[in-house]
């Protein structure tokens, strides 16, 4: 591949906007993540953080360019990933490099490189990040995606891939995502020899009606025969005689040991002899999950298999087997939004501070910065209007609403309104954290979980807690409704006002 040159740097094609200048747009296939979407993602991140936790995996984070031999010769010289939709280059120093199509060379070359065949085995390691693949643009497919995988290397035993399995269902069930786990074996290398020769030898009495892709597939991949996604060759891959007839001793009873422990697990899967994952690596059990609505697989949530064969490959020690699986992460996140799954939002604040006048202005930027470190807290300090600044709360959608005023300033007080019930009452700021915290106690349930606040569980909440608002509320009869606010926070708004320019 050629170097960069100037003239490709001016080629970058522009988007015409309204005013009619031209802005740089990002590539195609390549999106941002924007804030507001940030939470499905880190619902997946979260929630692959538990289960590392959980069954002992550490984060591992492996450079995203790699000498793209790497690639060649891990995932396979004539995998879709690496023939033709490896973003590669040679670089200034005239290095071969690629941006990674997948996690696991990078991993197992980590394995080696650190000598980590000398700790305990198995090593067990977990990423999550971006991966580049020049796809054909389409939607749903992106050509940086994003994907967080587990790899388990030294270990041949089959309760790893069972666990395995189980963990990548564990994610999905957390995330509230029905998936159906697909499995197969495709045997070691010497079972598979003797079923590529039975698979060839069918395919060739129906080459006549086959695709493009399958025919050259017959001569160089013929385990991707069963891949093939064109309605033409469905009948023959149907009928195509099955690997797991083809298993010797060992490779079956590994894989019946995998059966059983899943069964014995309750964990639903399907027998899917068309399961054999598109990478040279893989052997024995490979694994794909489906979303419970996808019958026919046409877009896995993730996969994965055994790839006992890789490290010795790649120059590690003889022998040593390993078992991982990786997850589509934009997958399941467009999964989470088509099923408008309630994911909870780390950056969803609690209270929001409002501030009337510039001696109150003064000490909310001070006492903000006592209340951040235990509450989850949100303010527009740099607005003046009060009306604006409520209007930034209710766009949060806090529970709590602090608003501090001259009065409160000069009588140590501060106003406290809670935005679901309506109700407003004044705290001296001695007892304020200790109020905050009993009040916040009731949106968590009696398990500890916090309930996500949503306009429904609001809605549910409001209505639960109604009587005691109202008990509240004639005792202490001298509250009024945020909409006309006590008059002494109106009189100083408007004076406020009157000289500052409105900056909402
Ligand atoms: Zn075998
Ligand atoms: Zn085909």
Redesign the pocket.
């Known amino acids: 591949m050629p170097r960069m040159k100037k003239t490709m740097i001016e080629e970058v094609p522009k988007k015409k906007t309204s005013r009619g200048k031209k802005e740089i747009i990002t590539v195609t296939g390549m999106r941002d993540i924007l804030p507001q979407d940030q939470k499905y993602w880190q619902a997946v991140y979260n929630s692959t953080k538990k289960i590392a936790n959980d069954y002992g995996y550490g984060l591992i984070d492996t450079p995203i360019l790699e000498y793209a031999e790497l690639y060649v010769k891990s995932t396979g010289k004539q995998t879709d990933l690496v023939e033709k939709e490896m973003y590669s280059f040679t670089d200034q120093g005239g290095d071969f490099l690629a941006a990674r199509p997948e996690g696991t060379p990078g991993v197992v070359r980590a394995y080696i490189q650190h000598g980590m065949v000398n700790l305990p085995q198995p090593v067990k390691m977990f990423y999550h990040g971006p991966m580049f693949r020049h796809e054909k643009p389409q939607t749903g497919r992106y050509r940086q995606l994003h994907q967080a995988g587990f790899e388990a290397i030294g270990e041949d035993g089959p309760t790893l891939d069972a666990q395995l399995i189980l963990m990548g269902y564990n994610i999905m069930n957390d995330l509230g995502v029905d998936v159906v786990v697909q499995v197969n074996s495709i045997?070691?290398v010497?079972?598979r020899e003797e079923y590529k020769k039975a698979l060839v030898k069918y395919y060739k009495q129906h080459s006549k009606v086959l695709c493009e892709n399958c025919l050259l597939r017959m001569n160089k991949n013929p385990m991707r025969l069963l891949d093939c996604k064109e309605l033409g060759c469905q009948p023959i891959k149907e009928e195509a005689p099955q690997i797991l007839d083809y298993?010797?001793d060992?490779?079956k009873k590994h894989f019946m040991k995998v059966l059983e422990y899943l069964d014995e697990l309750n964990l639903p899967y399907n027998l899917n002899p068309r399961i054999v994952r598109g990478l040279d690596y893989y052997n024995r059990t490979v694994f794909e999950y489906w979303s419970a609505d996808d019958i026919e697989g046409k877009s896995a949530l993730g996969g994965g298999g055994r790839f006992d064969g890789l490290v010795e490959l790649m120059g590690g020690r003889e022998n040593t087997p390993a078992c991982g699986f990786s997850l589509g992460v934009d997958r399941v996140v467009a999964k989470l939004r088509e099923k408008e799954t309630i994911v909870p939002d780390d950056y969803q604040p609690d209270i929001f501070f409002a501030q009337l006048g510039e001696s109150a202005k003064k000490q909310a930027i001070v006492l903000y910065e006592s209340l951040r470190k235990k509450f989850k807290m949100s303010q527009a300090f740099y607005k003046d209007s009060l009306k604006a600044q409520l209007e930034s709360a209710n766009r949060f959608k806090v529970k709590y609403c602090l608003i501090l005023g001259q009065k409160e300033v000069n009588e140590d007080t501060i106003m406290l309104r809670d935005m679901n019930g309506g109700v407003q009452e004044i705290i001296g700021l001695g007892k304020l954290e200790a109020e905050l915290i009993k009040r916040l106690e009731k949106y968590t349930s009696e398990d500890g979980v916090e309930i996500i606040d949503t306009d429904e569980t609001r809605a549910a909440l409001v209505s639960k807690k109604r009587p005691h608002t109202q008990e509240r509320d004639t005792e202490e009869n001298n509250l009024d409704d945020i909409g006309d606010l006590s008059s002494g926070f109106t009189a100083i708004e408007d004076e406020v006002e009157a000289g500052t320019p409105d900056d909402y």
Do not use: R
Request: glycine fraction near 12%; include cysteine; charge should be negative.
């Open positions: 045997g070691c010497n079972c298993l010797d060992d490779c």
